[in-house]
């Protein structure tokens, strides 16, 4: 078998939705800025009323056999880079020798250790591993070891959701009736609003603990938008309401913060992160500083499934625990559900964006009384339904 194409397709499609897919924004590293903080959230073309237009780009390599392995949701650079620089590499090439190809794409780009370049690997990666699971006629986590289990809970991410507490409360009793026991918020307050800052996020986490209960886990992401001195504030002031953990609350970078707040947080306060960080050796540095409680590499960004097996060694042999980053639930669903329950104790679905990210497809993953059951499909489970496409466009190098 061998690769006879590689291309990065658009495809268009509406979805239905009673209101703006995002209420409201994401709280990003910029925010110090005042001209950044004024933007709104994310917007989606209204194509009719309550329906909306989403665009998802998609990464297919093709064999010579048929097989198509794909993987979803690339940013423009990646489909740049994975069309101009990846693909002379793929053609002709075995796509069942996975280690040997992610070697060859990883010497080809000494640049390409991280960042854009490591997340177009990365995607090609998991394509690949798609491929391979068609082949053999089963699902990507039987390949790799599983299943461990028939079933992972899964906890529930807000991103999008508006933080108004009327809906605060209204979406926390409404995702735990669907059987969620962790949910996630994503405060857009930060250090430049000080202690009121504080005080907002208090008020966030309060308004779901009280429509939640106190058997449901509440996480908190701050998106890498914080200091050492809001995050401890927080944590202070929301110790009482049992806060899971705070996530990636400093700039990825910041390693001597993070041992700050290893140092001064509270009992029982910990600190998750780690979706920006790329490949085993990036992954054995940050292992090293020993700076979080709670690991959270995506395959999508930090080299793919080959890679996050690797990665998932290191934190198992040093006596971690990780959940996959949410970019790819499909990617995320082959390693949790071949790993040990020990290591993955569940998964993260992002209610506002898997159904989005998810649409086109003809067998999305979906979390069924807050947990999700073990892939049948070979593969990845990719395979986009024609019939959910509006129109399509080849996209990347001379084709964009």
Request: with cysteine; net charge negative; aromatic share 8%.
């Amino acid at each position: 078998m061998r690769v006879t194409d590689v291309t990065c397709v658009e495809y268009v499609s509406h979805v239905e939705a009673p209101e703006p897919i995002f209420a409201d924004r994401l709280r990003r590293p910029t925010d110090v800025y005042p001209e950044f903080r004024a933007r709104g959230p994310q917007t989606f073309r209204e194509v009719a009323s309550g329906r909306y237009e989403i665009r998802s780009v998609f990464l297919h390599v093709d064999t010579d056999t048929g097989l198509r392995g794909s993987t979803a949701q690339l940013s423009p650079e990646q489909a740049f880079i994975v069309s101009t620089v990846l693909r002379p590499l793929l053609l002709g090439a075995d796509p069942l020798a996975t280690e040997r190809l992610w070697d060859v794409l990883y010497r080809s780009a000494i640049h390409g250790r991280a960042g854009a370049g490591m997340t177009a690997l990365s995607a090609v990666d998991c394509a690949l591993w798609d491929i391979r699971g068609q082949h053999l006629g089963v699902p990507a986590h039987v390949l790799l070891g599983g299943p461990t289990r028939s079933e992972i809970p899964a906890y529930a991410s807000t991103l999008g959701d508006s933080l108004e507490p009327e809906h605060v409360a209204a979406r926390t009793r409404e995702l735990v009736a669907q059987g969620f026991a962790g949910l996630k918020w994503f405060p857009r307050w930060g250090p430049e609003d000080g202690a009121a800052g504080v005080e907002s996020v208090v008020e966030l986490v309060g308004t779901v603990r009280d429509a939640a209960g106190d058997g449901v886990a509440i996480m908190l992401d701050a998106w890498s938008g914080w200091d050492v001195p809001f995050t401890l504030e927080v944590a202070r002031a929301t110790r009482d309401q049992g806060v899971a953990w705070i996530e990636e609350p400093l700039l990825a970078d910041q390693l001597e913060g993070y041992r700050t707040l290893r140092r001064r947080l509270p009992d029982g306060v910990r600190i998750a992160g780690g979706e920006h960080e790329y490949t085993r050796w990036g992954y054995r540095e940050l292992l090293a500083a020993d700076v979080l409680d709670l690991h959270q590499p995506d395959p999508h960004w930090a080299g793919g499934i080959s890679e996050l097996t690797k990665i998932m060694a290191l934190i198992s042999a040093a006596g971690g625990q990780l959940v996959p980053h949410g970019q790819s639930l499909q990617c995320n669903a082959a390693l949790s559900f071949a790993a040990s329950p020990a290591l993955v104790p569940q998964m993260e679905y992002l209610a506002r964006l898997m159904p989005m990210y998810q649409h086109v497809l003809r067998e999305p993953v979906v979390p069924v009384g807050g947990v999700i059951a073990a892939p049948t499909a070979p593969g990845l489970g990719m395979t986009v339904d024609p019939a959910k496409v509006v129109s399509s466009r080849v996209i990347g190098g001379d084709a964009a």
